[in-house]
């Protein structure tokens, strides 16, 4: 079979000269009722980005009302409100969702050479719940919020607070069967639908990570939604699953809670891993080194992140032994992840890399994950836990992987795949801009907190300790200088759509099923079916074609 | 530049090249290439989802072991509290539903249109009949007192009711979404019926029946879990 990939395509047509999946069909209700993955991507990438902006509102809003110790903008009740609204929107609706929904969506079945999602109808029907789950989310935000905390602890959640937690754990619910059923396409998709040819150990490490993150997503989601639902009861009816007067436990619901949330966190970060490796390949133009470690670290994170979640409960009175034990397993964890670390820093040793946006914000990330990673092992460490449980150390901690992880390689990933998204490239300047603005602003505003965290600065209150002050005051500008590194590329993205240069097939040379496709790709992705031949990475096939090519 | 090729990757054909349309199956998906895959891939999304089911039925499950274990006698009385025939009976109906669904997917491999819909339909009756018993059950403790909350009027035995409390909170919660699961399936062997009435099953395309079995016998293992969990298990006797 003769075979040929154009690198560094300059015929560049425009993407409206292309039959493409924006073209193919026009109006409102193509979009609504599209069952093209690709679409649906869009869809949701509209949808998390609303999201996003919300749930940055409320950060912003916190952040100016730590700027001095007095609580003196917003009452300690709004100030409750509105953290467990940024965590609920961020978490539920924004970190969940953003890379497997947008990128995955777009990706998996491209990535994979089939046509679609194996059930494109569920697919759509995932981002429909999402969507209600937001709707009721927003209702609850402008009818009065909810002050429990993103975690709903009982007995507060259940019998005292007297916001409407009813609503909110029911979005979180409704939410978390969009999750699943993303997950559960993606699982069977992957399983069912790749191109002859691509074996298992073919296979992008993206898809590697977004499987891993599926088995996540379909193992732990659905014991939330069965937590959420006795809460709901026990709310509703009066009746006691986690009441302590009729002999019910609330460290069991805390158990039960984060025998999901904490799965969660790797519902995050997987898919960023993904990207990271991706990315990494395409501006070193090497092969991932350890392909299989890393394949295969996904799955030890996946499998090894389902035994670590009563680290959250170390002051929630559990046994000295059990907690010594999930204090060992969450060590445990940080060993794939160090694998991929590794792996990633070997590829880039020794390698010429391009140093463009999207290899910009992976490296904020392989930074900052590992930042985050660290202080995670701080605080799986028992008698240290105890000293910054609940304190901004914590805030720190955990923004360093969901932000400074999961946010990077997403930013990372749209400015990467934005040419096969829209068929256009961003102003690669603007791009490098924003990127720097992201990497300052982010540990202005974060690593004070770390300081903060262990000089004793206790979490979710409008007031502080005078001491403090200084430390807040430079969280508070960098979460400013943060705030503009986000607003830019929605601003240059949107202006790419009309006005950035066509991007051709193949604009980093890059070697991947995507990038054999026309950009934007054509609704059915490929006009013929791919055969996959070679290994995934295939950089050093690729730089030999390219002296081939040279010498002729 | 725009001559570098790469010997490894696919081609690309220019955009105006349409592949060529085969005729095939009514029902297969376009985004398929053959029957055979349309099918595993169904199959192999059912038993994701139960995957999920079964999380989801074992969380409840492991907070109804976790006071189990704490509260051994309340749960040993109020196990006696339930009607252990009228369950049995129930167990037997769902069990006989499961045999009809599974000769409901053998006809629907053999294609003999009227039979599936015969057998859809036995099972229906199988899962309605048991739904009703449930009902009753739910009234007769409805009327008893036995329901949580502030319909609450069942006293006994002061010391244990908290807990026996407790106990019926697991016992309505759980058993409800199991009946919850039972009406979803009474729905789709509804819709089921009506396409196979249009006769759209057949040798080659059975699929979805037997996907719906799948369903079927799950909901139905999962009371195979409630029924002693609930009515059976009395520890010891008082």
Redesign the interface.
Known sequence: MSTSQTLYDVRSVEPARTRNYLNEDYGFFSWVLTRDHKRIAILYLISVSVMFVIGGFFAMMMRLELLTPEGDLLTSDTYNKFFTMHGIVMIFFFLIPVIPAVLGNFLLPIMLGAKDLAFPRINLLSWYLYVIAAVVGLVVIVTGGVDTGWTFYTPFSTQYSNTHVFGTTFAGFIAGFSSILTGLNFIVTTHRMRAPGLTWYRLPLFVWSMYATAIVQLLATPVLAITLIMLMIERTLGVGFFDPALGGDPVLYQHMFWFYSHPAVYIMILPAMGVASEVVAAFTRKRIFGYKFVAFSSLAIAFLGFLVWAHHLFVAGISVYSAMIFAFLSFAVAIPSAIKVFNWTATLYKASVSWQTPMLYIMGFIGLFTIGGVTGLFLASLGLDIHVTDTYFVVAHFHYVMVGGTVMAYLAGIHYWWPKITGRMYPEWWARLAALLVFVGFNLTFFPQFVLGYLGMPRRYHAYAPEFQVLNVLSSAGASVLAIGYALPIVYLLWSLKNGRPAGINPWGAVGLEWTTSSPPPKENFHQTPVVTWEAYDYPGLLKAMGETQNV | ?????????????P?E???EHHPHHPFL?????DLG?QH??ST??MW??L???I??????M??YW??RL??PD?WSVASTLQNTRLGGINTIVLITSSLTMALAVREAQLGRRLRIVAMLFLTLIFGSLFLGIKMYEYHAHWVEGLF???AWHWNENPDLA??I??FM??YW?MTA?HALHMVIGAGLLLWFMWRAWKDQFGPEYYGPVEVMGLYWHFVDIVWIFLYPFLYLIHGHKH
């Open positions: 530049m725009s001559d570098i090729t790469y010997s490894g990757q696919t081609p690309v054909p955009p090249v349409v592949e998906q376009h985004h398929f290439e895959q595993e891939a192999l999304g994701t989802f995957t999920t089911e999380l989801f039925f074992g969380g409840i492991l907070a976790v006071y704490a509260y309340a949580p909350g502030t908290p807990k409390q407790l909170t697991f919660g979404l």
